[in-house]
């Protein structure tokens, strides 16, 4: 089992930037990839970007040069540093861990990132 605590969600005001961090504990194989998703209210989670522990990223077009995902291996912990947000960004984040090998994938809690004036 793998446990996955996120931080770093708020409120912050149109065109501004935060930074969300996911810890990974438990069983951790070397070998995954560390994601972030969200989920607006009444709309499906939605993929947004992911890491590799050999550092290999992937984006969604919807983030691509203004969210940028990043990771401590030593730490096992995963960030997604968010810039220039707006409204329809506001959405809970979930942090998401996935084995490589065996498939077997884990979610976070989520955090609330909320952005209004």
């Known amino acids: 089992q793998v446990q996955l605590v996120e931080s770093g969600g708020g409120l912050v005001q149109p065109g501004g930037s935060l930074r969300l961090s996911c810890v990974a504990s438990?069983?951790?194989?070397?070998?995954?990839?560390m994601g972030w998703y969200r989920q607006a209210s009444g709309k499906e989670r939605e993929f947004l970007a992911e890491?590799?522990?050999?550092?290999?990223?992937n984006y969604a077009d919807s983030v691509k040069g203004r969210f940028t995902i990043s990771r401590d291996n030593a730490k096992i912990t995963v960030y997604l540093h968010m810039i220039s947000l707006q409204p329809e960004d506001t959405a809970v984040y979930y942090c998401?861990?996935?084995?490589?090998?065996?498939?077997?994938?884990?979610w976070g809690q989520g955090t609330q990132v909320t952005v209004s004036s």
């Open positions: 890491i590799y522990s050999g550092g290999t990223t």
């Open positions: 438990g069983r951790i194989f070397s070998s995954n990839v």
């Open positions: 998401h861990f996935r084995e490589v090998l065996t498939g077997n994938h884990y």
